[in-house]
Nanobody, 124 residues
Framework: QVQLVESGGGSVQTGGSLKLSCAAS?????MAWFRQAPGKEREGVAG???????SYASSVKGRFTISRDNAKNTLDLQMYSLKPEDTAMYYC?????????????????????WGQGTQVTVSS
């Protein structure tokens, strides 16, 4: 059982920055950040396997950076140049299985463990 607790959300203006953190009871092999806006489906934002490089949704590529600290059991999401369309609840997700998620990391059903989320609101 992997327990995940997100933090770092808040309200910023367009162009601002935020850093989200996910504290994990243990970092799983595959970790990811998802987000869900009201009335929309949950979407993958960024994914990162242990020892791998980050994968990003096209809408955030170049603005967001995912990183993990295996010693501290944390997964971070640094967000720059925030836009109103980034407004959503952001979730940390974990898949402990040793498998490649290349090309499919963004599918929510793959991840058995989820945090409660942290709200990000970007105003224009």
């Amino acid at each position: 059982q992997v327990q995940l607790v997100e933090s770092g959300g808040g309200s910023v203006q367009t162009g601002g920055s935020l850093k989200l953190s996910c504290a994990a009871s243990e970092l799983a092999y595959n970790m990811a950040w998802f987000r869900q806006a009201p009335g929309k489906e949950r979407e993958g934002v960024a994914g990162l396997a242990s020892g791998g490089v980050g994968s990003y949704a096209s809408s955030v590529k170049g603005r967001f950076t995912i990183s993990r600290d295996n010693a501290k059991n944390t997964l971070d999401l640094q967000m720059y140049s925030l836009k109103p369309e980034d407004t959503a609840m952001y979730y940390c997700a974990a898949d402990p299985r040793f498998q490649s998620l290349a090309g499919i990391w963004h599918r929510p059903h793959i991840y058995p463990y989820w945090g409660q989320g942290t709200q990000v609101t970007v105003s224009s």
